[in-house]
C-alpha cells in the first residue's frame, strides 16, 4: 500500500430532466445527486442565481466548506502538537467568486474567521499563531490556485 497516495471517488448523477432535457436553459432543473462510499447521499443543485434550488448544496458552498472543514482538522492536530487544549471551535467562513464576461468564473478567495477556545488563558496567543501552520498543513487549501485568508480569534475559558 502506497501511503503516500490517496485516491477518492464519488458517484454523480444529475436528476433535473423535467421531461424535454436539455431543450432550453430554462427547461432543466440543476440538481443532482452526489454519492460516495460511507455517509451515503448528498443532494446538490446549481446556486439559486443560476437557477438551482435553495433547499440543496450547490459546488460553490461545497468547496467554500471543504476548506473550513480542512482547516479546522489541520489546526486541531497542529494545536495537539503544540500542547494546546482546543475545548470549542466554530468559524464563519465567506467566499467570494467573480463571473467573467465569457461565462466563466473563479473563486478569488476564502476568508476563515474561526474563533477557538482554548483550556488556558495564557496560550490565547499562541492558539491564534497556529493557523498559519494549519494553512500550510491543509490538502484543501493547498490545492486552490486562490488566497485562503485567517481573520482567527482566541479566547481563554469563561470563568464560571
Given amino acids: 500500500m502506497n501511503l503516500q497516495e490517496h485516491h477518492y471517488s464519488a458517484r454523480l448523477r444529475w436528476t433535473g430532466n423535467l421531461g424535454?432535457?436539455?431543450?432550453?436553459?430554462?427547461?432543466?432543473?440543476?440538481?443532482?445527486?452526489?454519492?460516495?462510499?460511507?455517509?451515503?447521499?448528498?443532494?446538490?443543485?446549481?446556486d439559486p442565481t443560476f437557477h438551482g434550488s435553495r433547499d440543496r448544496w450547490n459546488p460553490e458552498q461545497l468547496l467554500l466548506t471543504a476548506v473550513a472543514q480542512c482547516h479546522m482538522?489541520?489546526?486541531?492536530?497542529?494545536?495537539?502538537?503544540?500542547?494546546?487544549?482546543?475545548?470549542?471551535?466554530?468559524?464563519?467562513?465567506?467566499?467570494?467568486?467573480?463571473?467573467?464576461?465569457?461565462?466563466?468564473?473563479?473563486?478569488?478567495?476564502?476568508?476563515?474567521?474561526p474563533h477557538v477556545e482554548v483550556d488556558d488563558a495564557g496560550q490565547v496567543a499562541l492558539a491564534d499563531s497556529l493557523h498559519a501552520e494549519?494553512?500550510?498543513?491543509?490538502?484543501?487549501?493547498?490545492?486552490?490556485?486562490?488566497?485562503?485568508?485567517?481573520?482567527?480569534?482566541?479566547?481563554?475559558?469563561v470563568p464560571g
Avoid at 494549519?134 to 475559558?157: E, Q
Fill in 20 to 46: 424535454s432535457g436539455t431543450a432550453g436553459y430554462r427547461s432543466y432543473s440543476r440538481d443532482h445527486q452526489i454519492e460516495v462510499d460511507g455517509p451515503g447521499l448528498l443532494l446538490g443543485t446549481a
Fill in 134 to 157: 494549519a494553512n500550510r498543513l491543509c490538502f484543501i487549501a493547498r490545492s486552490v490556485s486562490f488566497p485562503v485568508l485567517h481573520r482567527p480569534t482566541a479566547t481563554g475559558p
Fill in 73 to 113: 482538522l489541520s489546526y486541531l492536530h497542529v494545536a495537539v502538537t503544540a500542547g494546546v487544549i482546543v475545548t470549542a471551535y466554530t468559524d464563519t467562513p465567506a467566499g467570494t467568486m467573480r463571473l467573467n464576461r465569457d461565462g466563466s468564473g473563479e473563486f478569488t478567495g476564502i476568508v476563515l474567521r
